[in-house]
């Protein structure tokens, strides 16, 4: 089992494209973990912003009667993909994977796969 720092270290380095990493909780909005970004992406900021896109497509399917679990939420930027993975298993509830992709080195299939390993990997 990989703790958050490994999970995150291997979510930038196995992943091509990847521009940064955070794991969040999104009750409190706060990142437990981040790694990468820099001067153009502040993880701490998208994980609190991030946390209200949770919050708002949970609620949304709450509204609306879907009792399916959100696998990921993906936001298509004209350079970048920005990947929501909610994690779902024994006391990872209330936490997601954020992850930032530069668009023209991603493979957005395998960063989607890789994040699922990462996922099943982590014990937090």
Not at 21 to 41: E, H, P, Q, R
Not at 63 to 88: A, F, P, S
């Amino acid at each position: 089992m990989a703790n958050t720092e490994t999970a995150l270290k291997e979510a930038t380095t196995v992943i091509d494209g990847a521009i940064g990493a955070a794991l969040v909780d999104y009750t409190s909005g706060m990142a437990l973990g981040t790694i990468g970004g820099g001067k153009d992406l502040d993880l701490t900021v998208a994980a609190a912003g991030n946390t209200d896109v949770v919050r708002a497509k949970v609620r949304t399917m709450e509204m609306l009667g879907i009792n399916e679990e959100i696998e990921d939420i993906l936001i298509t930027l004209g350079t970048q993909y920005h990947l929501i993975r909610l994690l779902k298993g024994r006391g990872q509830n209330g936490l997601f994977l954020y992850l930032a992709l530069d668009k023209q080195r991603a493979n957005l299939a395998m960063a989607r796969h890789q994040l699922r390993k990462i996922e099943a990997e982590l014990d937090v």
